[in-house]
T-cell receptor, first 113, second 114 residues
């Protein structure tokens, strides 16, 4: 029979453009969020995090925006480079737990030179 | 620090055989996690240890799976007997205990059960 797998959302951008990757989270009690980057054949790598008492946080070339009203998280990557090509996951940690990270499905970002 | 170290990187085994995956967390971290990643289900938490004690094993699929952490620098995930549906990439991650701390992942073990 036909196998059904996770159909990752995909985003394809040109090198040098800005990328925006979106994530809808499920638990309104979540109070800590992380974006991870996973390159082929590697484990997820931490990019940036944000606490629920913030709505924006900036890192080097990356910005995370948090909208608690609609339970939405986004990752903005400025001047996207070929090395940014990867699967990006958002993860949430619920307020009732100090350890359990729940991961989203991931978004595949492809950067075209 | 070398980061979280997992071994082996790849494992191919026959159905019914015992498989043992190994993990060395980052020195000083007191939380350790085992995750499984598949195309069907994404990243799933299997078990969480804090200070070497299993705290939450609700994600362990069934009794064929077991995990131990005999000391702060070593953990194993064992599957006995293995089945083809166990084929996946298994990740170990470690962190400090705390609400706002990220987990650091190893490179993973790609398990194929034939």
């Amino acid at each position: 029979g036909e196998s059904v797998g996770l159909h990752l959302p995909t985003l394809s951008v040109q090198e040098g453009d800005n990328s925006i990757i979106n994530c809808a989270y499920s638990n309104s009690a979540s109070d800590y969020f992380i974006w991870y980057k996973q390159e082929s054949g590697k484990g997820p790598q931490f990019i940036i995090d944000i606490r629920s008492n913030m709505d924006k946080r900036q890192g080097q070339r990356v910005t995370v925006l948090l909208n608690k009203t609609v339970k939405h998280l986004s990752l903005q990557i400025a001047a996207t480079q070929p090395g940014d090509s990867a699967v990006y996951f958002c993860a949430e940690k619920s307020g009732g737990s100090n350890y359990k990270l729940t991961f989203g499905k991931g978004t595949l970002l492809t950067v075209n030179p | 620090d070398a980061g979280v170290i997992q071994s082996p990187r790849h494992e191919v085994t026959e159905m019914g055989q015992e498989v043992t995956l190994r993990c060395k967390p980052i020195s000083g971290h007191n939380s350790l996690f085992w995750y499984r990643q598949t195309m069907m289900r994404g990243l799933e938490l299997l078990i969480y240890f804090n200070n070497n004690v299993p705290i939450d094993d609700s994600g362990m699929p069934e009794d064929r799976f077991s995990a131990k952490m005999p000391n702060a620098s070593f953990s194993t995930l064992k599957i006995q007997p293995s089945e083809p549906r166990d084929s996946a990439v298994y990740f170990c991650a470690s962190s400090w205990t705390g609400r706002n701390t990220e987990a650091f992942f190893g490179q993973g073990t790609r398990l194929t059960v034939v």
